[in-house]
């Protein structure tokens, strides 16, 4: 399935604080094609970084976990 990203609607994420520090994700991408794509929501003609949705939910739990907390 070829779609340009830059047309895709995107989300920011909950687990955004608001110091700047935002990712923003395309749910709707994510449940057609099983790849979540993700940006910086300060930078949203930037790369986006494709993740399968697998890796994406685990990454989310760990985050929800603290198992992925900064050292």
């Known amino acids: 399935m070829t779609t340009s990203l830059t047309s895709l609607s995107w989300v920011k994420s909950s687990y955004s604080n608001n110091g700047g520090s935002c990712v923003e994700w395309s749910p709707a991408y994510a449940s057609a094609t ?4 993700v940006r910086d ?21 760990g985050i929800k976990v603290g198992t992925l907390d900064t050292v």
Do not use: M, R, T
């Open 41 to 61: 929501s300060k930078n949203p003609g930037g790369p986006v970084l494709n993740v399968s949705a697998g890796a994406f939910a685990s990454f989310v739990a």
């Open 34 to 37: 099983d790849i979540v794509p």
